[in-house]
């Protein structure tokens, strides 16, 4: 089971490093667009990679965020009610949230799918096969479901959940 745990966390980490580089491809992205401007020169594309590099951030970035504890969640009911009670209410978020990501991760697969079988190309002069940056939608969709699913049964068994805050929880804890 500690191979496993490994694994995720692995994964967790890896899609998270992923994500980084994206941000920084973007950066690449807008200072290559910017010198061929002030050179007279055109870069074909450049805005177009520099939105597929952040829908890939966006989506890479979600498990990773979520065992960090940057993900939205309102605790103040959770702190407000009885351990056994915050247990059902983690179950029963981590269960729709886990539901959610599964059922999205299994139309963007057949998504990505259809965009491949009909060999769909975007609308801007890079002309990139739209299923190429919408499979890494799929991949961070499919690690985020993966992600709840594991801290659901970690709940489920455990009585925690996963998540490490690397903030400050503002609200009051009773």
Same mark, same amino acid.
């Given at each position: 089971?500690?191979d496993l745990r490994?694994?995720?966390? *692995?994964l967790?980490m890896a899609?998270g490093?992923?994500a980084a580089?994206c941000?920084?491809a +973007?950066?690449a992205? /807008?200072?290559? !667009?910017?010198?061929?401007?002030?050179?007279?020169? /055109?870069?074909?594309?450049a805005p #177009?990679y520099?939105g597929y590099?952040m @829908?890939?951030?966006s989506? $890479? @970035? *979600?498990?990773?965020?979520?065992n960090?504890?940057a993900?939205?969640r309102?605790s103040?009911l959770?702190n407000?009610v009885p @351990?056994?009670?915050r247990r059902?209410?983690e +179950?029963w978020?981590f269960?729709?949230?886990?539901?959610?990501?599964w059922?999205f991760?299994?139309?963007a697969?057949?998504f990505?799918y259809?965009?491949?079988?009909?060999?769909?190309?975007s !609308?801007? !002069? #890079?002309?990139?096969?739209?299923? /190429?940056?919408q499979?890494v939608m799929?991949?961070?969709g499919?690690? $985020?479901?993966? @992600?709840l699913? #594991?801290?659901? $049964?970690?709940v489920i068994f455990?009585?925690?959940h996963? +998540?490490?805050?690397?903030?400050? #929880?503002?609200t009051?804890e009773?």
């Amino acid at each position: 089971m500690t191979d496993l745990r490994k694994t995720l966390d *692995f994964l967790y980490m890896a899609a998270g490093v992923l994500a980084a580089l994206c941000l920084v491809a +973007i950066l690449a992205l /807008i200072v290559a !667009q910017m010198v061929a401007r002030w050179t007279g020169e /055109i870069f074909p594309g450049a805005p #177009d990679y520099a939105g597929y590099a952040m @829908a890939a951030a966006s989506f $890479l @970035a *979600f498990a990773n965020a979520l065992n960090h504890g940057a993900h939205i969640r309102v605790s103040i009911l959770l702190n407000a009610v009885p @351990a056994g009670t915050r247990r059902l209410l983690e +179950i029963w978020c981590f269960g729709l949230a886990a539901a959610v990501a599964w059922y999205f991760t299994y139309y963007a697969y057949w998504f990505v799918y259809w965009s491949w079988k009909f060999n769909e190309v975007s !609308q801007g !002069q #890079d002309a990139t096969a739209l299923w /190429i940056p919408q499979s890494v939608m799929v991949i961070g969709g499919g690690l $985020l479901a993966i @992600a709840l699913t #594991d801290n659901l $049964l970690h709940v489920i068994f455990k009585g925690e959940h996963r +998540i490490v805050r690397d903030t400050v #929880d503002e609200t009051f804890e009773v």
